[in-house]
């Protein structure tokens, strides 16, 4: 199914098992049935997928889902789970399993399954009020299939349903059926991308049905620096232009009208205690400048307060008011963006609390279609000069930095007039960079040590977090895990972290190793690259199928000196290397100087999406530099 295996240990599970009954002799989705283009790359093929979608009103959606998977492998395995959300606004039922062998005969049917009932919670969430429908097949002999069929009814919805039908990499779909009938009573608005086959459309009435349709589709290989799915992949997105939850009306026509909508559940939540303004006011008098006390408040806020995720409400949409969070001390990051949000109002500053798609991937945002595409909340403060951008869920995060989780992508930025899509800072090239300066002692036996200080910027910085933040035994572990020098000990090492608003971390060790230098009687070959070696291509001489993505600029630069032992020079001075493309840039230089060598590399991909016709471009462009990071030079003895 289209939704992540999730059951957690801790949970107590409801079983709404059936008795066991006798078993039809059907069979149905035989493997051998599969056309062979679809087994290529697949670790599973969607055997067919009719989904259909009647939008009654506003207030009712009935959706009728038949679902069948072939589980080729192992790796398929999470794909044949069913899974469905439900709360007091969604409803699912009638649901029904049958399994089927190879040869598709029917192993399994609905008395032969537990239907598993529990609490919802994501990743990062401590408390919600949805739960949870779910079965496992609890099956080992690949290949089976299994089919699902079952219902589901909203009311007071905001996330209507549409049609993602390619559901991740490495899974086939032999034949997919998207119908939505939309009343004549309903007020709804559909949006297509990546769709070669435009919506057939019938009208009727009272109502007037539309319906997309994909077949043979063969499976997307993961391919390295693949953009997301939805970027190339057919998607209907279905959403409502006019709503009314929980009392909350709304027009979701516009973004503004969606900010109103936003904005009218945030009302009343801005409540801070006198006692505690007061106690804000305070704390930032004697300092003059917006900015400083911006950072004073953040900074209260992070040391005050810590995230809990927390989905009820309203779809999990409205924020717990500011005087709760002031009273817990958490909350998730609707609450913590709006508490922050009323700290900065207490002393006079105007903020914006900020929707955004959050995902180091970049996630696209469909900006010609108004509805809800988002999933975080941060905090937006204009300035005179600048804006300031807050991250209110982390206890970490330097102020005013937006890693690569909520950076360079659309922002829904809400104000008394509504929404507004801006741009959250870009991660420039000069801001995403790894710098690192190595001196090297060698020795006449071709042993030797070197001192490596690196600065990690950007998304490397970013990346580098988990080491930061581990205990010394497992940053022993990692940190000797990320060093690739042959035969070496690592001495010692500190990490230390400069949190400014272009945070980086700066790694300083000490190695010490043996033959690095290959000995070839009164002669030494010394490979220059000694700590940032592209030993492989990232790409392979083979047909692509998806375009080629670099969400994020990279920007490298090593410095390597080494000293030469005694008695030794270096017989030629290599050449220059200078490699210019469309995607990047990469040099190499040498110099001499008495008894020492520099080495200089510098690397760098340009941010961009290049089509598959410039696949074999790009392959060469990175071979040739896995070539240019094997140069060496042949040391000689002086006799």
């Not at 490495?170 to 034949?175: D, F, G, M, S, Y």
């Not at 035969?487 to 990490?495: R, S």
Request: hydrophobic residues 35%; glycine residues 6%; contains cysteine.
């Amino acid at each position: 199914m289209k939704t992540k295996h999730l059951i957690p240990a801790c949970i107590f599970i409801f079983s709404l098992g059936f008795n066991t009954i006798s078993l039809a002799a059907e069979v149905k989705y035989r493997v051998e049935d599969i056309p062979k283009t679809l087994l290529k790359d697949a670790k599973a093929v969607v055997r067919t997928e009719e989904i259909s979608v009647e939008i009654k009103s506003n207030s009712k959606i009935v959706q009728k889902v038949k679902y069948a998977i072939t589980i080729l492998n192992k790796n398929g395995k999470s794909n044949g789970y069913f899974m469905h959300m439900y709360d007091k606004n969604i409803k699912v039922n009638n649901i029904k399993a049958q399994m089927f062998d190879a040869s598709g005969n029917q192993i399994k049917k609905q008395g032969g399954f537990d239907i598993l009932d529990y609490a919802m919670i994501p990743d990062g969430t401590t408390y919600a009020d949805n739960r949870i429908k779910a079965i496992d097949p609890e099956h080992f002999e690949y290949p089976y299939t299994v089919e699902y069929t079952y219902d589901i009814t909203m009311s007071e919805v905001i996330n209507y349903p549409g049609w993602t039908p390619v559901e991740g990499f490495n899974i086939a779909i032999e034949k997919s059926t998207f119908t939505l009938t939309i009343s004549k009573k309903a007020n709804c608005r559909y949006y297509e991308k990546n769709i070669i086959s435009k919506a057939k459309i019938q009208h009727e009435a009272d109502r007037t049905i539309y319906s997309w349709e994909l077949t043979n589709l063969p499976a997307y290989a993961n391919e390295n620096f693949s953009p997301a799915l939805e970027d190339f992949t057919p998607v209907v997105i279905v959403a409502p232009t006019t709503v009314k939850v929980e009392g909350y009306e709304g027009n979701f026509s516009t973004w503004e009208g969606f900010g109103l909508w936003i904005n009218q559940l945030n009302q009343g939540k801005n409540n801070l205690s006198d006692e505690t303004k007061e106690k804000i006011r305070k704390l930032t008098e004697g300092t003059a400048e917006d900015r400083t006390k911006i950072k004073m408040l953040y900074e209260y806020m992070q040391n005050k307060t810590r995230y809990v995720g927390i989905q009820v409400g309203i779809g999990g949409f409205q924020p717990f008011d500011a005087a709760t969070v002031d009273r817990l001390s958490y909350g998730d990051c609707k609450a913590l963006s709006n508490y922050m949000k009323s700290l900065l109002d207490a002393v006079g500053i105007n903020s914006r609390y900020t929707l955004v798609q959050g995902g180091d991937d970049n996630p696209v945002i469909y900006t010609e279609f108004a509805s809800n595409q988002f999933n975080h909340v941060v905090l937006c403060v204009p300035l005179t000069t600048d804006t300031v951008w807050l991250e209110c869920t982390s206890q970490q995060n330097p102020f005013n930095y937006m890693g690569t989780f909520t950076s360079d992508r659309k922002a829904l930025v809400i104000d008394e007039k509504g929404g507004k899509l801006v741009n959250t800072p870009e991660l420039k090239m000069e801001l995403n960079r790894e710098s690192r300066k190595t001196d090297v002692t060698l020795e006449s036996t071709g042993n030797g040590f070197a001192d490596v200080k690196t600065n990690y910027h950007g998304a490397t910085y970013d990346n580098y977090g988990y080491i930061l933040r581990s205990d010394q035994t497992d940053r022993n572990k990692l940190v000797t895990s990320r060093i690739h020098v042959p035969n070496f000990e690592l001495d010692n090492f500190t990490i230390n972290e400069v949190k400014n608003e272009q945070p980086y971390i700066t790694e300083h060790l000490a190695i010490s190793f043996t033959s690095y230098c290959t000995r070839v009687g009164d002669k030494m070959m010394l490979c220059l690259n000694m700590m940032n070696k592209m030993s492989e291509s990232p790409f392979q001489s083979t047909t692509r199928k998806t375009p080629v993505s670099f969400k994020w600029p990279v920007y490298e630069i090593d410095t390597v000196t080494y000293t030469l032992p005694q008695g030794y020079t270096m017989e030629k001075i290599p050449s220059k290397v200078n490699l210019q493309s469309d995607f990047g840039r990469y040099s190499t230089e040498v110099t001499k100087t008495g008894s020492t060598i520099k080495y200089v590399r510098t690397f760098e991909v340009f941010k961009g999406e290049h089509p598959v016709d410039r696949y074999d471009e790009i392959v060469t462009f990175f071979e040739k530099i896995v070539t240019a990071d094997e140069n060496k030079v042949i040391l000689t003895r002086v006799l």
